[in-house]
């Protein structure tokens, strides 16, 4: 099982699609505020179906709750700022795979503090600076599906 987190997610579509996504990959959702929207929003709701009642979900008061809490787990951290890209990264039970805001993605400190781990999915055109975080969560949760089983 892999772990995704939302550090500060914006919107409540995404959030709903990454949690039908998480139940459908067998993995856990980690949520951490605050969000750009309420937890009960019908948007989340419309867009996670009426699956949210079936999710592991946990949720976070802030980014440092997240860390105290989950301080011996693996983890890495996808950002466009990534060198490495998500083929290259050491899938493993329990791995916690961290994504940013859809605005701003991964705060610079996180960045900056997890430079070793930080990885990001490429892009073949000049044209685009990210992909909408629901399809890279789906992209990186899937290879981590392939390669570990």
Request: charged residues 20%.
């Amino acid at each position: 099982m892999l772990n995704i987190v939302l550090i500060n997610p914006e919107i409540p579509n995404n959030t709903g699609n990454i949690g039908r996504l998480a139940l459908g990959s067998g993995c856990r959702l980690h949520l951490v505020k605050p969000f750009g929207f309420k937890i009960d929003d019908t948007r989340l709701k419309r867009a996670g179906l009426d699956y949210w009642q079936h999710m592991d979900v946990s949720y976070y008061d802030d980014v440092q709750d997240f860390f105290n809490t989950n301080s011996e787990a693996k983890m890495v951290f996808l950002s466009s700022h990534g060198d490495k890209t998500h083929y290259e990264i050491p899938y493993e039970e329990n791995m916690f795979l961290v994504f940013g805001q859809e605005s701003k993605g991964l705060p610079k400190s996180i960045t900056d503090a997890h430079s070793e781990h930080l990885y990001k999915i490429p892009l073949y055109s000049e044209h685009i600076r990210s992909l909408n975080l629901a399809n890279a969560v789906g992209i990186v949760v899937y290879e981590g599906n392939r390669q570990l089983r």
